[in-house]
């Protein structure tokens, strides 16, 4: 099983499949159960590479306050770790942050998708997605919270096994309290430097970061295309897996 270090944190990282890379960049506080439906549609024709973010999984916590820049250090470790020189980011949430902050500082990113991304942490609140691990309870009403209203109506048994997979691999109160920071300080302000093509997903129904804050990012981008998810929630690569999907692998085909 691959880990990573920086700065004495070790960082767990699975990769699967041949072809170019496709870095995976997680949530605030989420394991890397998210990227379960992207790691299936992808892994094969290109190598799919699926991290821990510290604080979450198999990666050890952070020990001290992080900052975008520093989960941006840990993606690039991981890239130099496994021999990666290049490769296609993709992002949600927080993890979106993370991919803009390689691309503006990195020669590494050959695209971005970013999901459910803003240009800057007052854009997006994660708070009510949040629960501890141990909070069966609370990792539900934040499922709930992130997913369209629809979804989480018509698909019962796929909650209860998104709790489960919360209570394994999510970030601890401290660990989230961390990554949460690092969201919250984060400001890109000169996104117009940024030109690698970009796929910018959002869901029309995202409640924590809302679909206006979708909108602002593929405008300042100027190499992005907006495409929107009607009627889904902030997690909008779980819940319409397979429209994402699509979307993504025309990225990766021309990109």
């Given at each position: ?46 190598e799919t590479m699926v991290a821990d973010t510290r604080g979450c999984g198999r ?137 690698e093509p970009t796929l910018v997903v959002h869901g029309t129904d995202d409640r ?48």
């Open positions: 099983m691959p880990y990573a270090s920086n700065d004495d944190v070790s960082l767990y990282y699975e990769t699967d499949g041949d072809g170019e890379a496709v870095l995976c960049c997680g949530d605030v506080g989420l394991g890397a159960w998210q990227w379960g439906w992207q790691h299936a549609a992808l892994a094969g024709p290109y990666s050890d916590d952070p020990p001290a306050d992080c900052t975008v820049e520093t989960l941006a250090a840990d993606a690039v470790e991981i890239l130099r770790d496994h021999g990666v020189r290049t490769a296609h980011v993709v992002g949600a949430g927080l993890g979106g942050m993370v991919a803009l902050e390689l691309a503006r500082t990195t020669g590494r990113v050959q695209s971005l998708t970013l999901i459910g991304t803003a240009l800057s942490g007052d854009g997006y609140d994660p708070e009510p997605m949040y629960a501890p691990p141990t909070d069966e309870t609370g990792l539900r009403q934040g499922l709930e919270a992130a997913l369209s209203r629809e979804f989480v109506d018509e698909q019962a048994d796929a909650i209860s096994q998104f709790v489960e997979w919360r209570a394994a691999e999510d970030a601890d109160p401290d660990s989230w309290e961390k990554q949460a920071a690092a969201l919250s300080e984060f400001v890109i302000e000169k996104p117009y430097e940024i030109t924590l970061c809302p679909i206006a804050r979708g909108h602002e990012l593929a405008d300042d981008l100027p190499n992005a295309d907006l495409f929107e998810i009607e009627g889904a929630g902030h997690l909008a690569h779980v819940e319409a897996s397979r429209a994402v999907n699509d979307r993504l692998r025309t990225l990766l085909e021309t990109a």
